[in-house]
């Protein structure tokens, strides 16, 4: 069974740059019919999604965001990674990795624990 | 693409049957997912593409509807059913709603 798991810094400083990464085990990111996403959760508040990636490189934004996020894929590390520019106070938020299926299962099947970052300085 | 959520709360006593509300701005196809989210918890997959129960899901987890307007329906709340229900679409880049939470009459 796939996991995910989220990892960087909890505390990032206003006009930063965010750097998440999430480390896939139980399955490939290479093995196809998947988009591996990031999803983040502001305090008490509901769910946005930032963008995805397919493996092979071609990724996809939540255009509200304005061209802050970029994500990358390393196959060979199984992992994935999230970079957003020029935070603020509004980025405050839990950000989970997932996996997007595209194919069998059209739902997000597998979310990372999530990890909280806090902008402030 | 726009998912509104009704109604933002439902207070309903175990066993009673819970109607959950997605409407969209714009029609979907099918393209509409369910999630169940608990305190601490990320979310969990229930209904995808409208109707289909993912793996795990109990029966008594159902979703219909099309086009524009879609229902998620609990036959007969269970103690562990209590929680925010999220509908989510991928007609169009993707998006979610803005959650029913379903709490304790």
């Known amino acids: 069974q796939v996991q995910l798991r989220e990892s960087g810094p909890g505390l990032v400083k206003p006009s930063q740059t965010l750097s998440l990464t999430c480390t896939v085990s139980?399955?490939?990111?290479?093995?196809?019919?998947?988009?591996w996403s990031w999803i983040r959760q502001h305090p008490g508040k509901g769910l946005e999604w930032i963008g995805y990636i397919y493996y092979r490189g071609s990724a996809y934004y939540n255009p509200s965001l304005k061209s802050r996020a970029t994500i990358s894929v390393d196959t060979s590390k199984t992992q994935f990674s999230l970079r957003l520019t020029s935070v603020t106070a509004a980025d405050t938020a839990v950000y989970y990795c997932?996996?997007?299926?595209?194919?069998?299962?059209?739902?997000?099947?597998?979310w990372g624990q999530g990890t909280l970052v806090t902008v402030s300085s | 693409i726009v998912l509104t959520q009704s109604p933002a709360t439902l207070s309903l006593s175990p066993g009673e049957r819970a109607t959950l509300s997605c409407r969209a701005s714009q029609s979907i196809n099918s393209y509409l997912a369910w999630y169940q989210q608990k305190p601490g918890q990320p979310p969990r997959l229930l209904i995808y593409e409208t109707s289909n129960r993912a793996t795990g899901v109990p029966a008594r987890f159902s979703g219909s509807g099309s086009g524009t307007d879609f229902t998620l329906t609990i036959s007969s709340l269970e103690p562990e059913d209590f929680a925010v229900y999220y509908c989510?679409?991928?007609?169009?880049?993707?998006?979610f709603g803005g959650g029913t939470k379903v709490e304790i009459k």
């Open positions: 989510q679409q991928r007609s169009n880049w993707l998006t």
């Open positions: 139980g399955d490939s990111i290479s093995s196809g019919g998947y988009y």
């Open positions: 997932a996996r997007v299926g595209i194919t069998i299962i059209r739902g997000i099947t597998d």
